[in-house]
T-cell receptor
Framework: DAKTTQPPSMDCAEGRAANLPCNHS???????VYWYRQIHSQGPQYIIH???NNETNEMASLIITEDRKSSTLILPHATLRDTAVYYC????????????FGAGTTVTVRA | DSGVTQTPKHLITATGQRVTLRCSPR?????VYWYQQSLDQGLQFLIQ???????AKGNILERFSAQQFPDLHSELNLSSLELGDSALYFC?????????????FGSGTRLTVV
């Protein structure tokens, strides 16, 4: 069952912020939002996760709406190396061992 | 380099054959996960081990099996191979099962069945 909905693709200009939306309207109170990305057939790479507060790390920021039904991953200054498929995943940390990857959003950063 | 090592990187074999894919987890990680990525199915969870014991199973075929050894490396065995088994196989590791801070994936083994 698909727990998240993401746009299939989006373009972004190099140096600009990339805002990647994700809908998770059926998210449960104990489910976290995780973001991974996969660069051209490499192994997926963990980016960030959050429960209800906004989170920021060296790679990105995660904004979760107050009702938790949607979130946005922000890449503050996109580079060509950020071209990848980005996956939004919801799971219960510690209890849910598998990551259920959907189709993700193919992000193309253009010079 | 993520710290998760998968060998071999590429494997070409014939239908009906058996192959073994190997994964060494990141140093200190006790849990190993196997994923299959084919063009039509996306990334699919296969199986998970923690400290040598099987913890969770996904859509793993009966022709496939895995184990985790005392030194924590893991092997995925694929037998009676079919053309449809051609895919990228990824191994991931984490300190504990369902670790909060995400899993570290290896660079994968590309299996081609001809």
């Amino acid at each position: 069952d698909a727990k998240t909905t993401q746009p299939p693709s989006m373009d972004c200009a190099e140096g600009r912020a990339a805002n990647l939306p994700c809908n998770h309207s059926t998210i449960s109170g104990n489910e976290y939002v995780y973001w991974y990305r996969q660069i051209h057939s490499q192994g997926p790479q963990y980016i960030i996760h959050g429960l209800k507060n906004n989170e920021t790390n060296e790679m990105a920021s995660l904004i979760i709406t107050e009702d938790r039904k949607s979130s946005t991953l922000i890449l503050p200054h996109a580079t060509l190396r950020d071209t990848a498929v980005y996956y939004c995943i919801v799971r219960v940390a510690r209890d849910d061992y598998k990551l259920s990857f959907g189709a993700g959003t193919t992000v193309t950063v253009r010079a | 380099d993520s710290g998760v090592t998968q060998t071999p990187k590429h494997l070409i074999t014939a239908t009906g054959q058996r192959v073994t894919l190997r994964c060494s987890p990141r140093s200190g990680d006790l849990s190993v996960y196997w994923y299959q990525q084919s063009l039509d199915q996306g990334l699919q969870f296969l199986i998970q081990y923690y400290n040598g014991e099987e913890r969770a199973k996904g859509n793993i075929l009966e022709r496939f099996s895995a184990q985790q050894f005392p030194d924590l490396h893991s092997e995925l065995n694929l037998s009676s191979l079919e053309l449809g088994d051609s895919a990228l196989y990824f191994c991931a590791s984490s300190l504990t099962p369902g670790s909060d801070y995400g899993y570290t994936f290896g660079s994968g083994t590309r299996l081609t069945v001809v």
